[in-house]
């Protein structure tokens, strides 16, 4: 039972690139999360999706987009990169809301 | 008020020691609350829920006061390994979700 992993660990991007950060959970979870958490700060929300097919914005959806086309599955997607968006995100789950959340690992990025 | 506010600290606390932090949450509708442990660099790992009749888990202590809205932990015999940054967490946030403190730094010291 894997829980939830994150690909890819790392990542370097340019500013303007776009890329894709992988989220994926084994436990039949219906709610997924996307954070983002600064150095020294707390995390903040950033979208979530409470079920395959529908997603909403957190408290900093800027600069992202998701999808949930299935209930393992939820990529969050970084279009135009900005230096403002180095952080470290991370993908959370949970079987249902206001109930314990399981996090991945985590992907560190970095806009130069 | 800020939804969930934790003093940061660091605390700075002798092994075998007992150390204790509060956190004080706005939100009196929120009904889940849970005690979050985050390694330096690491994802943050469930350390245990908190009822409204407080609970144990070995040398972990939880309590729940809804009057005043706040959260305690309590660490006994406190361990190297237990030097870690641990998030209050309450429910009641966007999402139907949680909302997390900022953390409390922990630093047991040999």
């Known amino acids: 039972n894997a829980g939830v992993t994150q690909t890819p660990k790392f990542r370097i991007l340019k500013i303007g690139q776009s890329m894709t950060l992988q989220c994926t959970q084994d436990?039949?979870?219906?709610?997924m999360y996307w954070y983002r958490q600064d150095p020294g700060m707390g995390l903040k929300l950033i979208y979530y999706?409470?079920?395959?097919?529908?997603?909403d914005k957190g408290e900093v959806p800027n600069g992202y987009n998701v999808s949930r086309s299935t209930t393992e599955d939820f990529p969050l997607r970084l279009e135009l990169a900005a230096p403002s968006q180095t952080s470290v995100y991370f993908c959370?789950?949970?079987?249902?809301?206001?109930?314990?959340?399981?996090f991945g690992p985590g992907t560190r990025l970095t806009v130069t | 008020r800020k939804e969930v506010e934790q003093d940061p600290g660091p605390f700075n606390v002798p092994e075998g020691a007992t150390v204790a932090f509060n956190c004080t949450y706005s939100?009196?509708?929120?009904?889940?609350f849970f005690w979050y442990r985050q390694d330096c660099r690491k994802e943050p790992k469930l350390l245990m829920s908190?009822?409204?009749s407080g609970n144990e888990d070995g040398r972990f202590t939880a309590q729940l006061n809804r009057a005043s809205q706040y959260i305690s932990l309590l660490i006994r015999d406190s361990k190297l390994s237990d030097s870690a940054t641990y998030l209050c967490?309450?429910?009641?946030?966007?999402?139907?979700?949680?909302?997390f403190g900022k953390g409390t730094h922990l630093i047991i010291q040999p």
């Open positions: 999706s409470v079920g395959a097919g529908i997603t």
């Open positions: 959370a789950s949970s079987s249902q809301g206001r109930r314990e959340q399981y």
């Open positions: 908190v009822y409204s």
């Open positions: 939100n009196s509708a929120s009904q889940s």
């Open positions: 967490v309450v429910s009641g946030g966007g999402a139907d979700g949680l909302t």
């Open positions: 436990m039949n979870h219906n709610y």
